[in-house]
């Protein structure tokens, strides 16, 4: 298994466009996590999903967000209308249950909103 | 709700020495995870050192060890030998260990630190 794999790892979007990324998180792990980072911040909590359950949301998570995991394997993140100040990384992390302490993070999707 | 304070935006080290950085938090729960995780520019976070809150003992791994003092709830790292692939940004984090709260696996990171090493 090679770890968290994000996509892609770039993205610039005109504001107003939508945008969807992609994690695949290791494929036994059955906890995935969104969080988003700014430039200079540490990482900041969007939401979680066990299997294919979205368990908890962030109130950074807007309207405009919306995260799905069907079936509990990959997950997917779309960001409508967007606007600048969506402009960050989107990280994407994995864990398994009775070992939620260790995380292991993707590489990120960096979005640059114009 | 949970915050993490990293009061050094940078740090530097000569290669082969040690360097320490610092982090304190603040809670009301008693029992909860501690980490330590780098960044290197490639991005991907890599957890570096955990600890649990009811462990007296502290942590270590290698050349990473942790000073934890849970009454003045402050988590420091210190790294020894330090080696140029030490280099990134390191965030401090907390997690609850409450499984039946809601914060359950959430992680709240600190602003971070970043590190460099000169040889």
């Known amino acids: 298994d090679t770890g968290v794999s994000q996509n892609p790892r770039h993205k610039i979007t005109k504001r107003g466009q939508n945008v969807t990324f992609r994690c695949d998180p290791i494929?036994?792990?059955?906890?995935l996590y969104w969080y988003r980072q700014t430039l200079g911040q540490g990482p900041e909590f969007l939401t979680y999903?066990?299997?294919?359950?979205?368990?908890?949301k962030s109130r950074l998570l807007s309207d405009r967000f919306s995260a799905e995991r069907p079936k509990g394997s990959f997950s997917t993140l779309e960001i409508q209308r967007t606007e600048q100040g969506d402009s960050a990384m989107y990280l994407c992390a994995s864990s398994s249950t009775g070992d939620n302490e260790k995380l292991f993070f993707g590489s990120g999707t960096q979005l640059s909103v114009l | 709700a949970q915050t993490v304070t990293q009061s050094q935006p940078e740090m530097s080290v000569q290669e082969a020495e040690t360097v320490t950085l610092s982090c304190t938090y603040d809670?009301?729960?008693?029992?909860?995870?501690l980490f330590w995780y780098k960044q290197p520019p490639s991005r991907q976070m890599i957890l570096v050192i955990r600890q649990e809150a009811y462990k007296q003992q502290n942590a270590t791994e290698n050349r990473f060890s942790v000073n934890f003092q849970k009454a003045a709830k402050s988590f420091s790292l210190k790294i020894s030998d330090s080696q140029l692939g030490d280099a990134a940004m390191y965030f401090c984090a907390y997690r609850s260990a409450d499984a039946g709260g809601t914060s359950y696996g959430k992680l709240t990171f600190g602003q971070g630190t970043i590190l460099t090493v000169h040889p």
């Open positions: 494929s036994e792990h059955n906890r």
């Open positions: 999903f066990q299997n294919e359950a979205q368990l908890e």
């Open positions: 809670t009301s729960e008693s029992d909860y995870y």
